[in-house]
């Protein structure tokens, strides 16, 4: 085991809960007669988001804007009704995580920690899977906004993150994972993924491979752009040109990860290869079993994510290691407006020849 690189990254998130739904939770005889969030945000003519930023002081708000709100909330007669918002608190000590694909080890793997660390801090995960799809993202944002969740972790699908903007809560924090959508303006934690793949083709550069075939996720992800971006840095200090026709797309699935080495092997001469998911590995290992391709005497493979079967294959398949550790603490304070102080940490932290 060669140690080639660990990255951390510290995010404090912190969550707050708003009391634009104290209305619909009061149910005294004249609670209807109560002027709501709705009605204050409307006479002073912003969001609820924002009236609620300006009640707990959770985000800076222009002094003009606080001013109105403050004068709006005066004229209505308005109070902010803490024991709601407790209430309301004590409904939604969940956070929400949107994974791509739950097939994939690396993703159950980072529901699991997370999972770990907020169970003993008294949350429940809600977990959605989108099969790579993001129209079935945007229902997985809707169903647990609905659900009011303190918090959500996505690890999006989207190119953009105009795609999903609409469909992100104004008012719940969202930290983005693994994949960072272009405009994206969240807080957000990644693993080095350039610096892995760099790492891991410049170990079959150093073996003596000039032909190194690449498997790629699909097109739109930031992990397959940078993936092959630390491929391409590799072979550039190697000073060897970057062959189009050696990069192969495998859709971050099993069954591309197969056709593509199927390609590569039947239309190039490649001597080794580096595939940059552990679901198109699967693929890919599979088309060479079935073609009588041995690794690594015929063939060299390195794959990019670790996972448990790598351990048991003749011989035991290579990989660069994700580490995906995550810690955490929960502190409560002013009726959970901040509900948790937590610390991520993602590595790629270790090339593995097994």
């Given at each position: 085991?060669?140690d080639?690189?660990?990255r951390?990254v ?16 009061l ?11 709705r009605?204050?945000a409307?006479?002073a ?21 606080a001013?109105r ?5 005066k ?11 407790t ?7 969940t956070i929400?995580?949107?994974v ?13 920690g997370i999972e770990?660390v ?12 989108t ?5 079935v993202?945007?229902q ?8 009011q ?34 405009g994206m303006d ?7 993924n ?21 498997i790629t ?5 930031s ?5 092959t ?20 797309s495998?859709d971050?699935?099993v ?13 190039e ?24 391709i041995?690794?690594p ?7 990019f994510?670790?996972y ?9 398949l290579?990989?660069v290691?994700?580490?995906c550790l995550i810690?955490g ?26």
């Open positions: 085991m060669i080639i690189y660990e951390s510290m995010m404090y998130v912190n969550d707050y809960v708003n009391d634009y739904v104290h209305h619909n939770l149910k005294g005889s004249d609670s209807m007669n109560k002027p709501s969030i009605d204050v409307q006479k003519d912003v969001s609820t988001a924002t009236v609620s930023h300006v009640i707990n002081g959770t985000r800076y708000v222009a002094e003009t804007t001013t709100v403050q004068l709006a909330m004229a209505l007669g308005y109070i902010p009704n803490h024991a709601a918002k209430l309301r608190s004590q409904k939604t000590s929400g995580i949107i791509p694909d739950l097939a994939n080890h690396f993703f159950t793997s980072v529901v699991k770990d907020l169970e003993k801090a008294g949350y429940q995960l809600l977990v959605g899977n099969n790579e799809r993001v129209d993202e945007i997985k944002l809707q169903a647990f906004t609905s659900q969740v303190s918090g959500l972790i996505v690890a999006t699908s989207a190119l953009d993150v105009k795609d999903i903007q609409m469909y992100l809560p104004e008012d719940v924090p969202i930290v983005f994972i693994d994949r960072i959508p272009k969240q807080p957000s934690v990644t693993v080095a350039e610096e892995g793949a760099y790492s891991a083709v410049s170990e079959l550069l150093s073996t003596g491979h000039k032909h190194i075939g690449m996720g699909l097109n739109q992800l992990t397959t752009v940078e993936r971006s630390g491929y391409k840095r590799a072979l550039q200090e190697a000073k060897l040109p970057y062959n189009t026709a050696l990069v192969k495998g971050s699935h069954q591309g990860g197969y056709n593509a080495c199927k390609h590569l092997f039947e239309t001469q490649i001597t080794a290869l580096f595939v940059a998911n552990n679901l198109m590995c699967i693929g890919a290992i599979t088309y060479l079993k079935e073609q009588n041995h690794i005497r015929e063939v060299a493979v390195i794959g994510d670790d448990e079967w790598a351990n048991i294959t003749a011989p035991p290579s990989v290691h994700q580490l810690s603490s929960v502190h409560r304070k002013n009726c959970l407006r901040k509900l948790m102080n937590s610390r991520l940490k993602t590595a790629t932290s270790c090339w593995q020849r097994r």
